[in-house]
């Protein structure tokens, strides 16, 4: 917790965050690099600040990674086609959410504050033109291959165990990844989610979804520091869509 | 065993003895009056139970029809307890009633459609209860859905009643039945501009915006060669809700992008020819002190 008039700064990829405190008030700030160019060292004398009056007892702060709080919308970096009883291993990064929180030192409380996104994704829609959710875009590309120059500080590395259970070949061109079921483990340096496992059912069963609850392999040593947002250890959901799955100009 | 006695049930129980002030020339009024006085809060009181539960179990509209479809029951069944409480027999009212019924009938032709229209209205169910509809040039929020109309909030707070007749005949557009829009935005472009450059900054801006979907995507449309402009169509798609304030986003982001980059967006014009695409319009310059003589130009 910043002392009483002093600024600390945390940065998390792109995100700046700065962190104050003036009598029972904290308040706290941020700011995201725009073109490759970091924001300044201290805040601009314009930023707008949140704030929050606190309690009166001993206080500290947790940061945490966390998942964005609604589906991803990925692509893979080269759509293919999954045969029928065949399976694929793809990886995607996804920028991690930061959660600031205040915890009473005593009791251990927890409040959250506020979750920032360290990279601003896009809106997209998932389902059709009738009905559906409302999920980001992931401006990365997910990949068959897992190479040390795609680890980034604030991205998260989630594994995708994909296979075909049904009797048709299935083209792999978008899907959709569920994080509100992942937990999040940490290696030096590195932040992984839990695998998923899908099998995909056919076209009109959707895919049984299946979190393992542990690190892929690639990430052997890693420890979970932040539990899911929902816990769930399985569910069947449509994950798949064709580009002309959403009719309009494509038909 | 001691003589038991039985008393008859007359004499166990005590005849009531109802004060003079109950009755009214023989009428129960004070009865009549605790029926009505009790029954209607009683019967409010149900129909807004009722009404309650159809909001939490299925939606503000139903719970309307609920409501109404129990309170207004309820009352006719308190009034008409009332009224035979008072001893008026229904008998010649209904007797009467058939002859003015054929009168009310003849009357009411156009309330009796829209009652009916109503009913249809609930069953198909175009729009519900705060729902934003366009009935020719009224666009409002729904209100509710009445048996007789449909009463609309403007967006400048004004109330509109529409018969529900009116509705079922009429097209109706539910602007807010589904979660997504697509924002068309006209963009006319000088005839000396480059298309493909103008395509590409349109989508630029559109996918620049978190607030437009990725998907369905953004697409920029050719509608055809102007009088005065090349015209394009740029369709990208948001959220019902925050339809209006990401279509003025694009607006001025498109603007602004245009000024920064030189682009022209030309107002409407005409080039004149003279018959030879060559010649010269003959200009004469004309003083810049008030006209005189009826604007004659000084020779």
């Known amino acids: 917790m910043p002392t009483v008039g002093a600024i600390e700064r945390i940065s998390v990829g792109p995100l700046t965050v700065w962190i104050t405190r003036v009598g029972d008030e904290l308040r706290v700030s941020h700011a995201r690099a725009e073109h490759g160019v970091a924001p300044p060292i201290d805040p601009p004398d314009d930023i707008d600040w949140n704030r929050w009056s606190l309690r009166d007892v001993p206080h500290h702060l947790s940061v945490l990674p966390v998942f964005p709080d609604r589906p991803l919308l990925i692509k893979p970096d080269h759509s293919f086609t999954l045969m029928r009883m065949a399976s694929a291993r793809i990886y995607s990064r996804v920028p991690a959410w930061v959660r600031l929180q205040v915890v009473e030192t005593e009791t251990g409380l927890a409040s959250t504050l506020v979750e920032l996104p360290t990279e601003t994704l896009s809106d997209t829609w998932w389902g059709d033109f009738v009905e559906g959710s409302l999920a980001y875009w992931l401006p990365t590309k997910a990949r068959r291959e897992l190479r040390p120059d795609l680890f980034e500080p604030h991205l998260i590395i989630c594994t995708l165990q994909l296979s075909n259970g049904s009797t048709d070949n299935l083209a792999v061109e978008q899907l959709v990844l569920r994080v509100d079921h992942l937990s999040i483990f940490e290696r030096p340096g590195e932040l992984w989610g839990e695998e998923v496992v899908v099998e995909y059912q056919g076209e009109s069963l959707g895919s049984d979804i299946r979190m393992e609850d542990l690190p892929p392999r690639e990430a052997e040593g890693a420890v979970e520091i932040t539990p899911a947002r929902a816990q769930s250890r399985g569910f069947r959901a449509r994950t798949f869509a064709r580009f002309m799955a959403l009719g309009g100009f494509r038909g | ?299």
Request: charged share 20%; glycine share 8%.
């Open chain 2, 1 to 299: 065993m001691g003589d038991v006695k039985i008393f008859a049930l007359q004499e166990a129980v005590p005849a009531v003895e109802v004060p003079d002030v109950l009755y009214v020339g023989g009428i129960p009024l004070l009865r009549a009056a605790l029926i009505l006085v009790i029954g209607i809060p009683a019967a409010w009181a149900i129909a807004r139970f009722a009404r309650d539960y159809a909001i939490r179990t299925y939606d503000a509209q139903k719970g309307l029809v609920v409501h109404k479809s129990v309170f207004y029951p309820a009352v006719l069944v308190i009034l008409v307890t009332v009224l035979r409480e008072l001893g008026l027999s229904l008998t010649p009212l209904l007797g009467a009633a058939g002859i003015v019924g054929i009168a009310v009938g003849f009357a009411s032709q156009t309330s009796v459609s829209n009652i009916i229209s109503g009913f249809f209205l609930l069953a198909e169910a175009p729009f519900k209860v705060g729902d934003v509809i366009k009935v020719g040039e009224t666009t409002g929020v729904v209100m509710t859905i009445d048996m007789l109309s449909v009463k609309l909030r403007t967006f400048d707070n004004q109330m509109v009643r529409i018969p529900n007749e009116a509705l079922v005949k009429t097209e109706v557009t539910t602007v807010t039945r589904f979660p997504i829009r697509r924002m068309d935005i006209p963009v006319g472009i000088a005839y000396k501009e480059d298309a493909g450059r103008i395509r590409e900054i349109l989508l630029e801006i559109a996918t620049a915006n978190p607030r437009v979907l990725m998907e369905p995507e953004p697409i920029v449309i050719f509608e055809g060669y102007g009088a005065s402009s090349v015209d394009f169509k740029l369709a990208s798609w948001t959220q019902t809700p925050i339809f209006l304030p990401v279509r003025n986003e694009l607006f001025e982001e498109i603007k602004a992008r245009f000024d920064a980059e030189g682009i022209e967006i030309p107002f409407p014009h005409r080039s004149l020819y003279t018959g030879s695409d060559t010649a010269p319009f003959p200009i004469r310059i004309v003083s810049d002190g008030p006209v005189e003589d009826g604007g004659a130009l000084e020779p």
